[in-house]
Protein backbone atom coordinates (compact mmCIF):
# COMPACT_ATOMS: atom_id res chain seq x y z
CA UNK A 1 0.00 0.00 0.00
CA UNK A 2 1.25 3.44 -1.17
CA UNK A 3 0.69 6.45 -0.12
CA UNK A 4 0.51 9.51 -2.41
CA UNK A 5 2.29 13.00 -1.56
CA UNK A 6 -1.04 14.59 -0.71
CA UNK A 7 -1.62 12.22 2.03
CA UNK A 8 1.81 13.16 3.84
CA UNK A 9 1.34 15.28 7.25
CA UNK A 10 2.97 18.22 8.75
CA UNK A 11 4.70 17.45 11.95
CA UNK A 12 2.36 18.27 14.88
CA UNK A 13 1.54 17.62 18.39
CA UNK A 14 -1.36 15.44 18.29
CA UNK A 15 0.25 13.43 15.33
CA UNK A 16 -1.79 10.81 16.28
CA UNK A 17 -4.72 13.16 15.25
CA UNK A 18 -3.66 13.22 12.07
CA UNK A 19 -3.15 9.36 11.46
CA UNK A 20 -6.48 8.56 12.62
CA UNK A 21 -8.12 11.51 10.17
CA UNK A 22 -6.17 9.49 7.35
CA UNK A 23 -7.11 6.00 8.29
CA UNK A 24 -10.67 6.89 8.54
CA UNK A 25 -10.79 8.96 5.17
CA UNK A 26 -9.19 5.66 3.10
CA UNK A 27 -12.23 3.82 4.93
CA UNK A 28 -14.92 5.84 4.00
CA UNK A 29 -13.40 6.20 0.50
CA UNK A 30 -12.85 2.63 0.20
CA UNK A 31 -9.41 2.68 -0.40
CA UNK A 32 -8.67 -0.11 2.12
CA UNK A 33 -10.72 -3.34 1.81
CA UNK A 34 -12.71 -5.76 4.46
CA UNK A 35 -9.84 -7.67 5.81
CA UNK A 36 -6.86 -5.88 4.09
CA UNK A 37 -4.15 -6.15 6.89
CA UNK A 38 -2.10 -2.60 8.17
CA UNK A 39 1.50 -3.20 7.70
CA UNK A 40 2.22 -0.67 10.53
CA UNK A 41 5.92 -0.14 9.28
CA UNK A 42 5.20 0.32 5.26
CA UNK A 43 2.52 3.22 6.71
CA UNK A 44 4.59 4.72 8.48
CA UNK A 45 6.84 5.09 6.02
CA UNK A 46 4.57 6.59 3.55
CA UNK A 47 4.26 8.92 6.12
CA UNK A 48 7.13 10.04 6.57
CA UNK A 49 6.67 9.49 10.59
CA UNK A 50 7.39 6.66 13.05
CA UNK A 51 5.46 3.77 13.94
CA UNK A 52 4.02 4.84 17.09
CA UNK A 53 1.73 7.52 16.09
CA UNK A 54 -0.23 4.80 13.78
CA UNK A 55 -0.29 2.65 16.61
CA UNK A 56 -2.08 5.22 18.66
CA UNK A 57 -4.43 5.79 15.72
CA UNK A 58 -4.87 2.26 15.16
CA UNK A 59 -5.72 1.39 18.38
CA UNK A 60 -8.36 4.61 18.63
CA UNK A 61 -9.55 3.01 15.31
CA UNK A 62 -10.04 -0.50 17.02
CA UNK A 63 -12.08 1.02 19.54
CA UNK A 64 -14.59 2.04 17.31
CA UNK A 65 -14.81 -0.99 15.26
CA UNK A 66 -13.60 0.10 12.25
CA UNK A 67 -10.44 -1.99 12.19
CA UNK A 68 -9.79 -5.65 14.50
CA UNK A 69 -6.42 -6.57 15.76
CA UNK A 70 -5.67 -10.28 16.31
CA UNK A 71 -2.27 -11.75 17.50
CA UNK A 72 0.29 -12.56 15.26
CA UNK A 73 -1.96 -11.20 12.63
CA UNK A 74 -2.25 -7.55 13.96
CA UNK A 75 -4.21 -5.11 12.69
CA UNK A 76 -6.92 -5.69 9.93
CA UNK A 77 -9.81 -3.65 8.32
CA UNK A 78 -13.03 -4.63 9.96
CA UNK A 79 -15.59 -6.13 7.82
CA UNK A 80 -18.75 -3.75 6.63
CA UNK A 81 -22.38 -4.06 8.25
CA UNK A 82 -24.35 -6.70 6.98
CA UNK A 83 -27.74 -5.12 6.44
CA UNK A 84 -28.99 -7.24 9.35
CA UNK A 85 -26.54 -5.50 11.60
CA UNK A 86 -27.92 -2.00 10.02
CA UNK A 87 -31.23 -2.74 10.92
CA UNK A 88 -30.33 -3.66 14.34
CA UNK A 89 -28.25 -0.21 14.65
CA UNK A 90 -31.71 1.15 13.12
CA UNK A 91 -33.49 0.11 15.59
CA UNK A 92 -32.25 1.08 18.53
CA UNK A 93 -31.77 4.49 17.14
CA UNK A 94 -35.64 4.38 16.32
CA UNK A 95 -35.96 3.61 20.35
CA UNK A 96 -33.71 6.49 21.45
CA UNK A 97 -33.63 9.25 19.28
CA UNK A 98 -36.81 10.30 18.90
CA UNK A 99 -37.41 10.50 22.28
CA UNK A 100 -34.45 12.71 22.38
CA UNK A 101 -35.37 14.78 19.76
CA UNK A 102 -39.02 15.37 21.84
CA UNK A 103 -36.95 16.14 24.60
CA UNK A 104 -34.44 18.41 22.79
CA UNK A 105 -37.97 20.30 21.62
CA UNK A 106 -39.01 21.08 25.49
CA UNK A 107 -35.82 22.23 26.83
CA UNK A 108 -33.35 24.02 24.59
CA UNK A 109 -32.59 27.27 24.60
CA UNK A 110 -32.56 30.19 22.15
CA UNK A 111 -28.81 29.59 21.66
CA UNK A 112 -29.59 25.82 21.57
CA UNK A 113 -31.83 26.27 19.13
CA UNK A 114 -29.69 28.40 16.52
CA UNK A 115 -26.73 26.09 17.24
CA UNK A 116 -28.94 22.93 16.23
CA UNK A 117 -30.44 25.12 12.80
CA UNK A 118 -26.94 26.16 11.45
CA UNK A 119 -25.52 22.32 12.26
CA UNK A 120 -28.66 21.61 9.99
CA UNK A 121 -27.85 24.09 7.25
CA UNK A 122 -25.71 22.47 4.07
CA UNK A 123 -22.34 23.39 3.76
CA UNK A 124 -20.33 22.72 0.71
CA UNK A 125 -16.77 20.65 1.96
CA UNK A 126 -14.00 23.46 2.39
CA UNK A 127 -11.64 20.13 1.32
CA UNK A 128 -12.67 18.13 -1.74
CA UNK A 129 -10.16 15.50 -0.24
CA UNK A 130 -11.63 15.83 3.51
CA UNK A 131 -15.66 15.42 2.36
CA UNK A 132 -16.48 11.83 3.74
CA UNK A 133 -15.08 13.15 7.14
CA UNK A 134 -16.27 16.84 7.16
CA UNK A 135 -20.04 15.64 5.94
CA UNK A 136 -19.95 12.67 8.98
CA UNK A 137 -18.56 14.87 11.22
CA UNK A 138 -21.33 17.23 10.43
CA UNK A 139 -23.91 14.52 10.76
CA UNK A 140 -22.38 12.87 14.10
CA UNK A 141 -22.17 16.72 16.04
CA UNK A 142 -25.81 17.27 15.13
CA UNK A 143 -26.89 14.48 16.40
CA UNK A 144 -24.83 14.27 19.28
CA UNK A 145 -26.08 18.37 20.03
CA UNK A 146 -29.65 16.64 20.35
CA UNK A 147 -28.61 13.95 22.61
CA UNK A 148 -26.93 16.16 25.00
CA UNK A 149 -29.66 18.39 25.00
CA UNK A 150 -32.08 15.61 25.86
CA UNK A 151 -30.09 15.25 29.33
CA UNK A 152 -30.06 11.60 29.70
CA UNK A 153 -26.34 10.75 29.40
CA UNK A 154 -26.68 7.21 29.91
CA UNK A 155 -28.71 7.30 26.23
CA UNK A 156 -26.10 9.44 25.08
CA UNK A 157 -23.15 7.16 25.79
CA UNK A 158 -25.12 4.31 24.65
CA UNK A 159 -25.70 6.34 21.00
CA UNK A 160 -22.05 7.36 21.51
CA UNK A 161 -20.51 4.04 21.47
CA UNK A 162 -22.42 2.73 18.72
CA UNK A 163 -20.14 5.01 16.19
CA UNK A 164 -23.16 4.99 14.09
CA UNK A 165 -22.26 7.33 11.89
CA UNK A 166 -18.84 5.92 11.29
CA UNK A 167 -20.18 2.51 9.94
CA UNK A 168 -23.05 3.48 8.29
CA UNK A 169 -20.51 5.96 5.97
CA UNK A 170 -18.46 3.51 5.55
CA UNK A 171 -20.76 0.87 4.28
CA UNK A 172 -21.89 3.22 1.41
CA UNK A 173 -21.01 6.89 1.60
CA UNK A 174 -22.17 8.56 -1.91
CA UNK A 175 -23.18 12.15 -2.47
CA UNK A 176 -26.60 11.50 -3.35
CA UNK A 177 -26.74 10.80 0.30
CA UNK A 178 -25.71 14.14 1.40
CA UNK A 179 -28.73 16.58 0.31
CA UNK A 180 -30.95 14.29 1.43
CA UNK A 181 -29.45 14.15 5.30
CA UNK A 182 -28.90 17.56 5.55
CA UNK A 183 -32.64 18.56 4.79
CA UNK A 184 -33.92 15.88 7.35
CA UNK A 185 -31.79 17.49 9.82
CA UNK A 186 -33.63 20.95 9.05
CA UNK A 187 -37.11 19.31 9.59
CA UNK A 188 -35.77 17.76 12.63
CA UNK A 189 -33.59 21.17 13.60
CA UNK A 190 -36.83 23.62 12.89
CA UNK A 191 -39.54 21.58 14.94
CA UNK A 192 -36.72 21.54 18.04
CA UNK A 193 -36.46 25.11 17.00
CA UNK A 194 -40.44 25.60 17.12
CA UNK A 195 -40.89 23.85 20.42
CA UNK A 196 -43.06 21.29 18.78
CA UNK A 197 -42.08 17.67 21.06
CA UNK A 198 -44.12 15.76 18.83
CA UNK A 199 -42.82 17.15 15.20
CA UNK A 200 -39.46 16.62 16.76
CA UNK A 201 -39.93 13.05 17.34
CA UNK A 202 -41.70 12.50 14.29
CA UNK A 203 -38.93 14.12 12.17
CA UNK A 204 -36.53 12.04 13.96
CA UNK A 205 -38.74 8.84 13.35
CA UNK A 206 -38.71 9.70 9.73
CA UNK A 207 -35.04 10.72 9.24
CA UNK A 208 -33.82 7.25 10.30
CA UNK A 209 -36.93 5.24 8.86
CA UNK A 210 -35.70 7.03 5.35
CA UNK A 211 -31.86 7.13 5.65
CA UNK A 212 -32.13 3.42 6.33
CA UNK A 213 -34.40 2.76 3.41
CA UNK A 214 -32.47 4.82 1.20
CA UNK A 215 -28.64 3.46 1.90
CA UNK A 216 -30.60 0.06 1.43
CA UNK A 217 -31.23 1.09 -2.32
CA UNK A 218 -27.84 2.35 -2.73
CA UNK A 219 -25.75 -0.54 -1.18
CA UNK A 220 -27.01 -3.03 -4.35
CA UNK A 221 -24.17 -5.45 -3.18
CA UNK A 222 -25.18 -5.50 0.70
CA UNK A 223 -24.88 -8.81 2.33
CA UNK A 224 -27.92 -9.75 3.68
CA UNK A 225 -26.37 -11.13 7.24
Not at 51 to 59: D, I, S
Request: net charge negative; charged share 25%; aromatic share 6%.
Amino acid sequence: MTLSNSRRLPTRVSLAEDVYAVIVDMLMGHEMEPGQPFNIESFARDLGISPTPVREALARAESEGLVTKQQQRGFTVASLLTRQEAGQMAEIRMLLEPWAAARAATVATEDDKKTLVELATVQPPTDAALAYRQDMQRDADFHDAIWELAGNHFIRESLVRMHCHLHMYRLFYSNELRGFAQREHDVVARAIEAGDPVGAAQAMKDHIEISFDRLGELASSWKSG
